[in-house]
């Protein structure tokens, strides 16, 4: 069992920075580790996701180049460096824990409870 807590997110312009935090109660170096997002009345959304063992990472098309997504597995923490944020980037962001390197919400067994993020104009 793994429980994850996100923090890190707050309001911020557009073009600006942010890092946001996962930390872990439990050991996650067996675990892809993943990042997605929601805005209100939409799905939740991929945004970038890491293997097991930090050697890989893929992000959603909205964010690659402006997003890294890093993994301190002596911490248990994982991080999104968010850069040159913009509008479209404002949701509620979530933590998520799985055994499989994919995108999709049903490949993650475990998530946080999410930190919001906003972007102003």
């Known amino acids: 069992q793994v429980q994850l807590a996100e923090s890190g997110g707050g309001l911020v312009q557009a073009g600006d920075s942010l890092t946001l935090s996962c930390a872990a109660s439990?050991?996650?170096?067996?675990?892809?580790m993943a990042w997605f997002r929601q805005a209100p009345g939409k799905e939740r959304d991929f945004v970038a996701a890491?293997?097991?063992?930090?050697?890989?990472?893929r992000y959603s098309d909205s964010v690659e180049s402006r997003f890294t997504i890093s993994r301190d597995d002596v911490q248990n923490t994982v991080f999104l460096q968010m850069n040159k944020l913009k509008p479209e980037d404002t949701a509620v962001y979530y933590c998520a824990a799985g055994l499989v390197f994919y995108k999709t919400v049903l490949s993650y067994s475990y998530w946080g409870q999410g930190t919001q993020v906003t972007v102003s104009s």
């Open positions: 890491i293997n097991s063992n930090g050697g890989m990472s």
């Open positions: 439990g050991t996650l170096s067996a675990y892809a």
